[in-house]
Every structure is written in C-alpha cells, then in structure tokens.
C-alpha cells in the first residue's frame, strides 16, 4: 500500500517575506527552494556538501542547502541570491563580481556570493587571506578563483579588481 | 530518500524516551550533515528522526575558572572556532575548529553530532583527547560522565547506549605552562580528510617537560593517546634526539590502519613524521630537515 508521507508545517521568512507551506520531512532545504518556491538561483551542483553552489544565508549564518532538511529551519530567517538585488539596483557584490570578471560559466556564483556576503555582514573589510578562507567550502572549476577574491575585495572597498 | 517521521523533541528526558521507544528505527539528528549524507545513499533508513535542536540541555558554551569549560553538544563548530574563552585558555582547540571541513559546515555541524559519529579521521576527537575531556551521557532517568577515551570504542562507534544521548564535553582547565598545537597529514592539498591527525600538549618550564600528552587520530579505528611516545620526553629537557626517539615510539606503539587510504606501513611513516615535526615546534627546537 502506497501511503503519501505525513506534512509538516513551516513558516519560515525568506528574503523578508513570509513563507508558508507543507512539506514531507525528507524534503531538502534546496529542493524546498527550488522545487516548491521556484527560487531556482540557489544552484544543486554536487549534492554532497562538497561544491557549495547551494549555499543560503539561515539566521546569519552561511550553510549547504543541500546539507539540511527544510523542516530543521521551521521559523528561520533565509536568504537566498534572490534576495541580494533591490529591484533593478544590483548588491555591492552582484556589482563588483560584474565589474571585476568574478565569473565565466556563472553555475558557482549563486554560493559565491551568498558565502562573500555573510562574510561581509560579519568582517566588513577583510583581508584577501580571509576572503579566500570563508570561501573555502564553494568550488568554481572556470576562474581559478583569483577574480573572485578580487570581487569580494572590490566589494568591500578594499581594492579595485582588474 | 525515503521519508521517515520528524520528531521534536524539548527536553532530554522526552528525546530519549522516543529513542526507547523507536530503538533502532530511530536516528537522532543534531546538526545532521554527516547523517544527511548517509540518508541520501541510503546507508542508513531510519523510520523516524529526532531532532535535537530544541533540547536546552544541549546548548551553551561555558568557562569557568573552576570547572573549565563545558561545551554544550549542540555547540555548533563554527561557535568553538570563534568562543573568546577557547581561544584565551585552549588556543589549539580553537585552531582545530577554524579548520575543521569547510565554512558552511561549521555553521551546521555540532561538536557533540560530530562525537556521536565517531568517525576517527574527523578532528575533535582528537584534539580533545589531550585536555582530559570528559562527556556527559543521560538517559530518561540519569546522567553519567565518562573519559572521552571511553567513549570512543572502535570504528564508527562509542559507548551510548541505543537510550542515551551526549549532553555536553567538559574539560578540565589547563595546568599551568601548557602550549598546544593540532595538525593533519593530508595526502594530498585537496584532500579534507587527514591521513594522520596529531595533537600534542606539554607543560614546559625552566627548559623542562614535567607532562607530555600526544594523541594520534585519522589512523586508527579511533584516535589514541600514545603514552610510550609521552614517556620519552617526560621529565626531560626536550632534545632533537629525544624527539626523533619519541616520534620512533609513536609509530611503533600505533595500531595502524590499513586500507585503500594508506597501507599499516605507510600510515606508521607517516605518523613518524608528523609527529617529529609537530613535537620540534612544540618545543621550539631547530628544525634538523
């Protein structure tokens, strides 16, 4: 006998609007993302928590969306890539990443930005070392990843990329 | 995946109690990124989750100058990482976690979730190994404390119980002259898991060692002090010779691994060197290479 599995409830604030839905507890923070929300800027690479192309922003706090269960964030506060523009106006990074070539293929950038971002909520102006730390856990296999440490840096005010 | 009930426990009387009740059908979850990845291959398929984020016994990082510091299970890696009062008296343990995985994983996983895992070539339990780290176990009905190297048994497994869950690691405050240091041997740059993994601390003063203590993880089925290795250097005057001497012991005494990560063989090399090189800059000897 096939039954459907149980729902649960959530209310959650995603890019500062209200969430509500239901949801099987198996359902993955990604997949709640991109499959129910249709916020599919929030990229799967790996799957395995090892490229960080998933990455959101939960409570102020960076993690692989493909990593949780969407029912572990009942009541959270998430940011997703959606959430960086202001309308037309494009985030700092959005800008900087544009300005200083932080990207070629573009399926990183999403996690990219969302780790540089809740690295600068944190460290307004943190070194190129820091930068290259705290975007340790996202993988981008075209730039080699100096353009993208020269976007953050821009970003911040810090330097001007190339 | 297949789909499992979510339970929400609030407190460790009532977690426990569903893990009587569910017993092997059922996985606790704190953090859960090692045991999202196990759901997802299918390695395990419990019928039933038990959250442990809403359990106020499993929070909190605390320094007293008594009792040390107590580290609630839930602590998230990234909170060891950044806590003042682990980088002031437990420097090393505070390096550890700033290199533990990767950022966003510190973000989600816990120090006790990491424990409970048991996986040898993850950090914490070595590192903690040479702070005299206790765990605090409880039931429905009781709490029991034990030493953290009674807690790790073997290979993916230490001594709770299927009705007990870690409530907290507490470690007893640094004797005084202590320094500290953590490494891992990678095999390769790219590699996050260690071939081998040293944590050393030693109470050095006047140019004598009154205490070594020297764990070796990453390995082994779980991560060990090595007291011959500790002996060597005890109460002497630390010495190029006596650490070559030492790291010799280490790689002896080691009951090595030996599977498609490293040959027993290669593993003991390694542990020789690594320990070599982390006890020449523990004690600010020249380095002979």
Known sequence: ?162 | MVDFEWLTPTSVAEACRLATEYGDDARFMAGGTALMLALRQRLVSPRALISLAGLPELKGLNWDDANGLRIGAFTLQDELARHPAVARHYPMLAHLARHMANPQVRHQGTIGGNLCYGDPSTDPPTGLLVWDAEVEIANAQASRRLPLRDFLVDYFTTALAPDELLVAVHLPPPPPDTRGRYARHMRTAAEHRPLVAVATMARVAEGQCSELRLAVGASSVVPRRLSGAEAVLTGRAPTTALVAEAADTAAHELDALDDARGSAEFRRAMVRVTVRRELTALFELPDPT
């Open chain 1, 1 to 162: 006998m096939i039954t459907s599995p149980r729902l649960h409830p959530l209310a959650m604030t995603i890019n500062g609007q209200p969430v509500q839905a239901q949801v099987p507890a198996r359902r993955m923070l990604s997949d709640f993302l991109r499959d129910d929300l249709h916020l599919t800027g929030t990229k799967r690479g790996c799957e395995t928590g090892a490229c960080g192309a998933c990455t959101v922003i939960v409570n102020g706090r960076p993690l692989k969306s493909c990593l949780s269960l969407a029912v572990q964030h009942d009541g959270a506060r998430i940011q997703t890539v959606e959430g960086l523009a202001d309308g037309e106006q494009l985030h700092p990074l959005q800008a900087s990443f544009e300005r200083c070539g932080g990207l070629q293929c573009g399926y990183c950038t999403p996690g990219m930005l969302m780790s540089a971002c809740a690295l600068l909520d944190r460290t307004p102006k943190p070194s190129a070392e820091q930068v290259r730390q705290e975007l340790s856990g996202n993988l981008c296999r075209c730039t080699g990843y100096t353009q993208i440490v020269e976007s953050v840096l821009d970003a911040a005010g810090a330097t001007h990329g190339n």
